[in-house]
């Protein structure tokens, strides 16, 4: 039977035994992260003489120290993790959703983050369609307004794109009906017992079913959130005023480690889904049935032409809506938010890149002045055709990002457990670098398969066999880690010797006021700086990204048009923040704005995002320069608040659609080829 280890009796048997009997037991290498370190003073065991003096078993915490850990970063951890938007009523589901969050967080956070981003894109788009100071907030309120019809189009579009869509529905015809499902006001419908006939009506009554069926509470969370981060501030306190006991170093360096949960929690609480998403999707695929319908129908197909002063040829298109095989099934197939379904991207970035080339860049501030021909732009689209189904570069600043979180939490915890005596790689640092390298792998992994694995029967074998199980395995990888070091798994020989490595092989038995002594606290300030600024730096933009898009999402008109007035407000005080990343971005831009061995005539570049700005445009932005063969042809720009983006037709398909449901030639794929007629190069991706 494995005698249980006793450290404190440990000690005294070592010194005991290196004192009067032999020094076989005494350390004499290398010793790191002690300052001043003292042979005589400070006698170190080996792990060979910890094996035999101490024995080989765990000395696991007292209750007392283990409750200590489970009442400050325990259970926060796991009210935090309650407050993920779990669907009822589907254990299995639960499951994998959890084991997605906890087991591949990097990819959890990438996929939410560009869903906020998407949102967010909207609610720019809303703000910027009236001048500044003009609020639409009459009473009553006029539901038949322009801009009111706009936030209830633009609001759909931000639900649409949190479902998945049948991936034979993603060409050029698809994207087509969406414009005219979301942006036409003179369609009629076809006439039905309980449903208008008027397009705009049915809008509203959907947008405002999905904003009386959204989930509420955010601001709750938001409290006990901040609570959250009182009683860590309070936990760290009394971490720093114990310096240098290990048992502490675990505390501090698990909370660390932890720390991206609850940026997980508060994003996916942003990224709010509906109370049922099943209800809410079956809405939006009879409201586009009932759309499509009715282009079907050819007398009300022929009077929305003539209302609409377009010529019958520009709706062509409308001829494969009757086909059944294109067309077979539900329009969205499953609820796809926070990160649930992977190589999720949504139909909604498409359509709104689409509208600000065809319209809102060009026009900027107050582009909603002339309604109908902002409709009108937005209905036809761009001049370039597209499909739903692009892969935007930009993505990457959000992996960047959620990359930056999780690996940044897991640093500062792995400084911290490093860099505590015996300095080295060991169980806590070690168990810390497997859970971040699984979860990196899995992102890369996952963004590969996108590229690489174009069918969706080979993506489902690849979840099933490959991405569920290894999500599973290493979310409890991650329990296993939060377990061991609350009751004291990693109380033994091995795991304080810190023998990964190189460095290690030998136990101290010194107390904190030694190490305080000794330099340790750099260390520990070090790791949970970095760690703490990563997760404040993600709360503040996570909470400015909410601020900023509730006036889209509120179910009262008054209050939100209220929150519209604060959030230009907030903005044009804090416009000096974003002038300084646009010349960050600017900047990078220019280091790789022109291939090797290429000149180009002027150093301006075109940032291809929106950008907000008070000022109204008086005059119409030209176009940016245009790239063919590799050579360059600039064209002068006038600089204003709104910039165009002509590139965003630029945008590599992920893959064609199945070749049974190709599109006829006159609406295929000569787009996509036109948009690889020219090589890519990095400066358009920043």
């Known amino acids: 039977m494995q005698m249980a280890t006793n450290f404190t009796q440990c000690k005294k048997d070592f010194l005991y035994y290196a004192n009067h009997i032999s020094s076989n037991y005494t350390w004499n290498g290398t010793v790191r992260g002690i300052e001043n370190y003292d042979a005589s003073v400070t006698k170190l065991i080996t792990l060979e003489g910890c094996r035999a003096l101490c024995h080989s078993g765990n000395q696991y915490y007292t209750w007392e120290d283990a409750s200590g850990t489970i009442s400050t970063w325990v259970l926060p951890i796991i009210g935090l993790l ?21 087991g591949s967080p990097i990819a959890s956070l990438a996929y939410i983050f560009w869903n906020i981003k998407v949102t967010g894109k909207c609610a720019l788009i809303l703000d910027m369609a009236t001048a500044f100071d003009d609020i639409p907030e009459s009473i009553p309120v006029d539901e038949f307004s322009q801009f009111a019809q706009m936030r209830d189009s633009l609001f759909i579009l931000s639900v649409m794109n949190q479902y998945s869509f049948n991936q034979y529905r993603r060409g050029e015809e698809a994207e087509k009906l969406l414009r005219v499902a979301l942006f036409s006001d003179s369609l009629q419908l076809e006439a ?45 306190q009394a971490a720093f005023g114990h310096l240098g006991d290990e048992a502490t170093a675990e505390n ?24 049922s998403s099943d209800a809410i999707r079956l809405k939006l695929n009879r409201f586009l049935d009932a759309v499509r319908g009715a282009l079907l129908i050819p007398e009300l197909r022929n009077t929305y032409i003539r209302d609409t002063n377009r010529r019958s040829d520009e709706f062509e298109w409308t001829m494969l809506l009757d086909n059944e095989d294109y067309f077979k099934k539900d329009f969205f197939t499953k609820f796809a938010g926070q990160a649930r379904i992977r190589w999720h991207y949504g139909v909604a970035h498409p359509i709104l890149a689409g509208i600000e080339d065809a319209h809102v860049a060009e026009h900027g501030r107050n582009w909603l002045e002339n309604a109908e021909e902002a409709r009108t732009s937005f209905v036809r689209g761009p001049k370039e055709a597209s499909d739903l189904f692009w892969f935007d570069f930009r993505e990457f600043w959000q992996i960047l990002g959620a990359a930056l979180i999780v690996v940044g939490s897991a640093g500062g915890a792995f400084i911290i457990s490093y ?49 569920r199980p290894a999500e599973l395995i290493n979310a409890a990888w991650l329990t296993y880690i939060v377990a061991a070091q609350t009751f004291g798994s990693y109380n033994n020989c091995e795991c304080k010797a810190s023998t990964w490595g190189s460095r290690g092989g030998y136990l101290d038995f010194e107390n904190y006021s030694y190490y305080r002594q000794h330099g340790a606290q750099y260390y520990w300030g070090a790791g949970t700086g970095i760690s703490a600024f990563i997760m404040l730096v993600s709360f503040a933009f996570i909470v400015y990204s909410w601020v900023t898009q509730s006036f889209l999402t509120a179910e009262d008109y008054q209050k939100a048009m209220h929150g519209l007035r604060r959030t230009r407000q907030f903005k044009n005080w804090t416009s000096y923040i974003r002038q300084a990343s646009d010349g960050i971005i600017r900047f990078t831009k220019s280091i790789f704005s022109t291939p090797s061995g290429h000149t180009r005539k002027s150093r301006h570049r075109v940032r291809r995002s929106v950008i907000w700005t008070r000022k109204a445009n008086r005059s119409r932005v030209r176009k940016a320069p245009v790239f063919r063969h590799g050579l360059s042809k600039d064209t002068d720009e006038e600089e204003v608040g709104m910039y165009d983006e002509p590139s965003d037709r630029q945008l590599l398909p992920l893959n064609s659609p199945p070749e049974s449901h190709s599109r006829s030639p006159s609406v295929g794929a000569g787009s996509i080829v036109s948009n690889m007629q020219r090589p890519m190069e990095l400066h358009d991706y920043v």
């Open 252 to 275: 501090l360096a698990l909370g660390l480690l932890l720390a991206f949960i609850p940026v997980l929690t508060l994003s996916s609480i942003v990224d709010r889904n509906p109370v």
């Open 419 to 467: 860099w505590t005596p015996t300095v080295g790689l060991g169980c806590r640092s070690g168990g810390y670098i497997i859970f971040v390298v699984n979860a990196m792998g899995l992102l890369i992994f996952e963004m590969i398969s996108w590229w690489c694995v174009p069918s969706m029967v080979n993506r489902q074998r690849l979840e099933v066999f490959f991405f």
């Open 192 to 236: 039905t017992e309980d449903e208008t006939r008027s397009l705009i009506k049915r809008r509203q009554k959907l947008a405002k079913m999905m904003r009386e069926g959204r989930r509420k509470g955010i601001v709750p969370v938001f409290i006990s959130l901040a609570w959250f981060l009182f009683s860590e501030i309070i936990s760290l």
């Open 82 to 102: 309650l407050q993920l938007p779990f669907e009822s009523n589907a254990f299995f589901q639960t499951l994998y959703a959890l084991a997605r969050w906890m």
